[in-house]
């Protein structure tokens, strides 16, 4: 079969690879899509962790079963995919965070991943999907879960006040997983006002893009009209500061985008002086079942999230692309199947 091989930083290569193996209780799936997320992109520049090249990248993927060994999914039926492969039997799994297991392996960074004509991995990961959901589309399911994993992670509730840090696939996805939870997103921020006005479309009450505009929006809502929970979807140093300068006293953030091996200042009082809590998210935790839903159903729109489809023999050009978003490029998709 066919695979993009990241074979170093930087070095997409299209290439024949062996067809997947498929040892008993896994399944094969035809790969239809895979979406270009921003840890693939950390991956493309060696700014990842855990990982060996060569690698086949790719976990934001959609398909249609072949085969499956354990009979749970029938052929020509719909998927999408956990990519988390873990022991299933220790603490971490017990809690329903498989990315903290000690044996984690992950499909599109350990193993091979959706940026292939296939993919092999258990049944169990596999959540079926409704026919008559477009697979394009449900490539954003993924990100959707770990979108609805932070939003349980922080306990957020009906009627409470959100902002959103960073506008990209994952803060899109996050922002219309608020409004479907019946939470009321307050203020989206990002530097490129592009992607701001695209927030705004989904659903942001008010958008800003330059750090004087939101230091002006800080002061007019004063300490009891700032946001009960601020959901950092970027992970940059400027990104987290604002998080927490924008959080209400007692409020909580959600830190979902991260950058490996970047460090940040931060003012230490903020936490005693506003009982301010700060909250991880590592994942779609157990989430893909939920956020499948949400796609089969019309919640979410992922038509300004995914900007740019290019078919699997463009993979490094998709790369690059999605390593230099901007005001016209969000989510970079491949298209397995020419």
Known sequence: MRAAVLNGPRDVIVRDVPDPELPDGWALVRIAYNSICGSDVSLYNNAWHGVAFPAVPGHEWSGVVVEDRSGRVAPGRSVIG?????????????????????????????????????????????????????????????????????????????????????????????????????????????????????????GAETTLSTPDAVAAWIDDAGPAGLPDVVLDACGEPDALRLATELVTPGGRVGLIGYRVGKRVELLSANWPLKLMETIGVMGPGRYLPAAAGLVARGAVRTDEIITDVLDLAEADKAFRLADKPGADVIRVAIRAQG
Request: aromatic share 4%; charged share 15%; hydrophobic share 45%.
């Open 82 to 202: 956990d990519l988390t492969l873990a022991c299933g039997h220790c603490r971490w799994c017990g809690l329903s965070q498989p990315v903290m297991c000690p044996g984690l392996r992950e499909f599109g960074f350990t193993d091979p991943g959706g940026c292939a004509e296939y993919i092999a991995l258990p049944a169990a990961n596999l959540v079926p999907l409704p026919d008559h959901v477009d697979l394009l589309t449900a490539t954003q399911a993924e990100p959707l879960a770990v979108a609805l994993h932070a939003l349980h992670r922080v306990r957020l509730e009906p009627g409470e006040s959100v902002a959103v840090v960073g506008c990209g696939g994952i803060g899109l996805n996050v922002l219309q997983a608020v409004r479907a939870l019946g939470a009321n997103v307050v203020l989206a921020v990002d530097p490129i006002p592009e992607r701001a006005a695209v927030a705004g479309r989904l």
